[in-house]
Antibody
């Protein structure tokens, strides 16, 4: 059974950097695409970007200048970095497996950006 | 960029009603369309992929259809546990990306 678990700070200061990690269990990260999604309070889903195990990435054009996704195959993890955050980046951040639809999701982690 | 729209933005129906949600893409996306259900306070769940293929374990009252720019998600007999938000998502490869629709809120009347 494939499981994903997000981890990282729940509070980030405005203008700082948000960093989250997703640990994959029950599947090899060398397969499929792995993606990040976020959901601001009371709002819809926003796709952030994805990475393939080979290292190829693609980001939402609206976030591209601030986003980076990396993978650590030795730990079966992939990570999200979002720079120059503002309170508008406050959201629940999800990681998911892309096959290519998102069939397995993590539980999500709430990140608040304080002003 | 391909934009996704959904209608209606919200609906209220009675238990047992047939419910239809429409999703439109600003450009053709073949069958690269998925539907997700998000119950209140829960993680989104994949219902349908490739426009009409039901994800394993999803009740058969859910069905998807469509091709190109217009798609529908149908709940043949609405149940109380179907309350939540429903999102369509395109996953076309050209350009690559996974744009979500704005969502449709489903309630019980």
């Amino acid at each position: 059974q494939v499981q994903l678990q997000e981890s990282g700070p729940g509070l980030v200061k405005s203008s700082g950097t948000l960093s989250l990690t997703c640990t994959v269990s029950g599947d090899s990260i060398n397969s499929y695409y792995w993606t990040w999604i976020r959901q601001s309070p009371g709002k819809g889903l926003e796709w952030i970007g994805y990475i393939y195990a080979g290292g190829s990435t693609y980001y939402n054009p609206s976030l591209k200048s601030r986003v980076s996704i990396s993978v650590d195959t030795s730990k079966n993890q992939f990570s999200l970095t979002l720079t120059s955050v503002t309170p508008a980046d406050t959201a629940v951040y999800y990681c998911a497996r892309s096959v290519p639809a998102f069939d397995v999701w993590g539980q999500g982690t709430m990140v608040t950006v304080s002003s | 960029d391909i934009q996704m729209t959904q209608s209606p933005s919200s609906l209220s129906a009675s238990v047992g009603d047939r419910v239809t949600i429409t999703c439109r893409a600003s450009q053709g996306i073949s069958s690269f369309l998925a539907w997700y259900q998000q119950k209140p306070g829960k993680v989104p769940k994949l219902l349908v992929y490739a426009a009409s293929t039901l994800q394993s374990g999803v009740p058969s009252r859910f069905s998807g259809s469509g091709y190109g720019t217009e798609f529908t998600l149908t709940i043949s007999s609405l149940q109380p546990e179907d309350v939540g938000d429903y999102y369509c998502q395109k996953y076309d490869s050209a350009p690559p990306g996974f744009t979500f629709g704005p969502g449709t809120k489903v309630d019980i009347k």
